[in-house]
């Protein structure tokens, strides 16, 4: 028996990568580099890297390839031929990843439950095999079984002219995954959503999506560690949804941004809480890893947060996270519905925020007949209040106040009647509006937008809307990011809300044109029930 170690690592991300100068290898390039070559009792180990999407080709395929996971079957196939070649049965299995990386292993344990496991060891196979073909093969046949509807007459007579003849398999009973451990899985991939144009004349990226969220019956153990400050849409993390009775799976929440619970910053005290949680979990699961240099593994809850909105992702939407009720008490036990749990850190620095953040992850829940006082302001692009809404509950938001949609006066029930040189602008968007009605009529692109039309498309310019962050990100059956509850409100309102979350407050305006708004609300909010 021998431990099979396969480590892939997130977009952009490769073992040696420097910032100034200063090495910055994440946390899934860390851990690979401590996994001995035998445990204290004498197992065998092997471990296989692959850096991240996006490190290899032209300057175009590596923006691509970190933009929209171009190519990214690509490390799939390369992991799995990789476990063809060398797993022999009796073998254990554990698979870590980060980003992207942590989509490819999870997709790796998914083609394995889905296809089975070629074996494509050296002896036993005839010498015109050739592994590549067979195993793209298998992944033609993997993304034909995860395409959502059946599949056409073409399609069908395709993969029965083109049969696995006489490849071995491993017997799928004996074979299972002993870990799986993973930070802040990216599943979103292909064109974003959004692009329905793009998507349109490209293609529908839905064959490289998670076909579901369910956690495969060959996994005994999964760990994912997520982070709470991301906002970046095209990072929303995909969370394991469901899993059997008898599976061991955790799911905790980190201070900090993808980055910064991936490991892939110089100041890594945030990333370090995480690697140092995921070789504990890894070492009582058995991996055999060596000890960490003195000074080289330096938890901090109070570390930096890093900013995440560089490069091409300044100008891409974003959206907060669905983050469990933050409180004062022990909440390192799981919660939301067995889902998800805190690490000790996150309650340590909501208790005490460092020097330079005067709160972190303020939590308010009213009970019935209570009620705040917050506002919204119409320049960001949300307005987080701290304020948790809980599922059944009925709210009132009364609202006072004017903001400026550039120069347009308006309420919270949208821009004031009358004559306005600034409405002109909302005339001259029915075009685009009207295009993205067309587009989202197309079954496929029912999320596409279009710049410079309204966020709630049904509810009138500069209104106020709420959103209450409760969308869990990929949706259990691969269609897509799951959306925020969204509530047209106004100056008195009341809304009941469908699921529990964090509120947050925005002007409906178009997405990349809120840096010319003034202004802000004062906002009641009293819970009726």
């Not at 972190?360 to 809404?389: D, F, H, V």
């Amino acid at each position: 028996m021998r431990r099979l170690v396969i480590c892939c690592d997130g977009t952009w991300n490769t073992a040696d990568q420097h910032e100034n100068g200063t090495p910055t290898p994440t946390n899934v390039a860390k851990l690979h580099s401590l996994v001995d070559t035998q445990d204290r009792s004498g197992t065998g180990q092997i471990v296989y890297y692959r850096t991240g999407v996006g490190t290899s080709g032209g300057f175009f395929r590596r923006a691509l390839g970190g933009a929209i996971g171009l190519r990214l079957e690509d490390d799939i196939m390369s992991a799995y031929k990789f476990l063809a070649e060398t797993y022999a049965p009796g073998d254990e299995i554990f698979l870590f990843g980060f980003s992207r990386g942590a989509y490819t292993v999870r997709s790796l344990a998914g083609m394995v439950s889905n296809v089975g496991l070629a074996d494509l060891r050296p002896d036993h196979l005839s010498p015109y095999d050739d592994p590549w073909q067979i195993v793209k093969r298998l992944m033609e046949r993997y993304q034909s079984n995860k395409v959502q509807g059946e599949k056409t007459v073409l399609q069908s007579a395709l993969l029965r002219e083109r049969p696995l003849k006489n490849v071995p398999f491993h017997d799928r009973a004996t074979l299972g995954f002993r870990f799986i451990g993973v930070w802040d899985t990216v599943g979103a991939l292909g064109i974003p959503d959004d692009k329905g144009l793009l998507r349109l004349v490209l293609g529908d990226p839905r064959k490289h999506g998670f076909r579901d969220t369910e956690l495969g019956g060959n996994v005994a153990c999964a760990r994912q560690a997520l982070a709470m400050d991301e906002r970046r849409q095209d990072f929303t993390p995909t969370l394991w949804t469901k899993w059997a009775p008898g599976q061991d799976v955790q799911q905790r929440w980190f201070p900090g941004v993808h980055g910064d619970v991936g490991g892939s910053y110089a100041d890594c005290g945030l990333g370090d809480l995480t690697l140092d949680w995921m070789l504990q979990e890894a070492r009582k699961n058995g991996l055999g890893l060596r000890p960490v240099a003195p000074g080289h593994l330096n938890p901090d809850a109070f570390a930096m947060r890093h900013n995440s909105f560089l490069g091409l992702f300044r100008y891409r939407p974003t959206r907060p996270r669905a983050v469990p009720e933050v409180t004062d008490g022990a909440r390192s036990r799981e919660d939301w519905d067995g889902r998800t749990c805190f690490d000790t850190s996150v309650i340590t620095r909501h208790r005490t925020p460092p020097p330079g953040e005067r709160s972190y992850w303020p939590s308010l829940r009213l009970a019935p007949g209570e009620s705040c006082q917050t506002k919204a302001s119409a320049r960001p692009r949300w307005n987080s209040t701290g304020i948790y809404i809980e599922q059944g509950g009925t709210y009132r938001v009364i609202a006072n106040g004017e903001w400026l949609d550039a120069s347009v006066p308006a309420t919270a029930d949208g821009a004031r009647a009358g004559a306005h040189l600034g409405k002109i602008a909302y005339g001259l968007a029915a075009v685009p509006e009207a295009l993205r009605g067309l587009l989202r009529s197309v079954k496929r692109l029912a999320k596409a937008d279009v710049p410079f039309t309204r966020r709630v498309g049904d509810a009138p310019w500069f209104v106020l809307i709420g959103a209450i962050a409760n969308g869990q990100g990929a949706s259990e059956f691969g269609e897509g990011v799951e959306e925020h509850e969204m509530h047209r409100l106004g100056k008195d309102v009341a809304f009941t809300a469908d699921r529990s979350g964090y509120l947050y407050l925005f002007a409906n305006d178009a997405w990349h044109m809120y840096g010319n708004n003034a202004g802000s609300l004062s906002i009641r909010l009293e819970r009726q029930s």
